[in-house]
């Protein structure tokens, strides 16, 4: 089974603080997502990756970045917390393009 | 640019009843569709999918979805649902994009409540 792991479940940073998301996926897939989920909202596309140190912007890609140094590794930065981005962040994977993808359990993040 | 609509927000049905969430798309191709499902402090986990062929796909714990081209509707049934049910359900279209790679686009979701 396709394991996607989000570093942390909860956190809380203060704002205008730099924060980083990591994720980590073990089944060498080439893309990586990141999404943001609120309520009413459904899930909005962050930024996602299809190879290493490729990125795209998303539909919301305002006050982040990403990085993809490594296949299996797609980190999520804000550079500068706002209490506007408190929110679940999800991590995902897939083989390829248009194929199912794979979700992490979230890092339910607060921004004070 | 796609877009999913998911009609309902909230839907209650009672234990054993039949179910129908309804999914409607907007792409200007052949859409790949999915179904997902999330469970309380989850993420997402997928249900069953849409590439092409058999417009009736059938997928994990029961469930089935039916494609329809001429009503651009990916409807999510199942047939007597259980308590362990209740969980959100996304309905998502697939896209490539410029430049390489694909993006799903997500509907707002479907809250189900199972009732005793």
């Known amino acids: 089974d396709v394991k996607v792991t989000q570093s942390s479940r909860y956190l809380v940073k203060r704002t205008g603080e730099k924060v980083f998301l990591e994720c980590v996926q073990d089944?060498?897939?080439?893309?990586m997502f990141w999404y943001r989920q609120d309520p009413g909202l459904g899930l909005r596309l962050i930024y996602f990756s299809y190879d290493v140190k490729m990125k795209e912007k998303g539909d919301i890609p305002e006050g982040y970045s990403v990085s993809r140094e490594k296949k299996e590794r797609f980190s999520l930065i804000l550079e500068s917390a706002s209490t506007n981005q408190t929110s679940m962040y999800l991590c995902a994977s897939s083989l390829g393009n248009n194929q199912p993808q794979h979700f992490g359990d979230g890092t339910r993040l607060s921004i004070l | 640019a796609q877009s999913v609509t998911q009609p309902d927000i909230h839907i209650t049905v009672s234990e054993g009843a039949s179910l129908e969430l309804r999914c409607n798309y907007s792409?200007?191709?052949?859409?790949?569709l999915f179904w997902y499902v999330q469970s309380p402090g989850q993420g997402l986990q997928l249900l069953l999918k849409?590439?092409?062929?058999?417009?009736l796909v059938q997928g994990i714990k029961g469930f089935e979805a039916e494609f329809k081209r001429s009503q651009s509707s990916f409807n999510l049934r199942k047939p007597s649902v259980h308590w362990s049910d209740a969980a959100e359900y996304f309905c998502a279209v697939g896209a490539s994009v410029t430049g390489g790679g694909n993006k799903l686009t997500f509907g707002t979701g479907t809250q189900l409540k199972v009732e005793l």
């Open positions: 089944m060498d897939h080439e893309n």
């Open positions: 849409y590439f092409s062929g058999d417009t």
């Open positions: 792409y200007g191709a052949t859409p790949y």
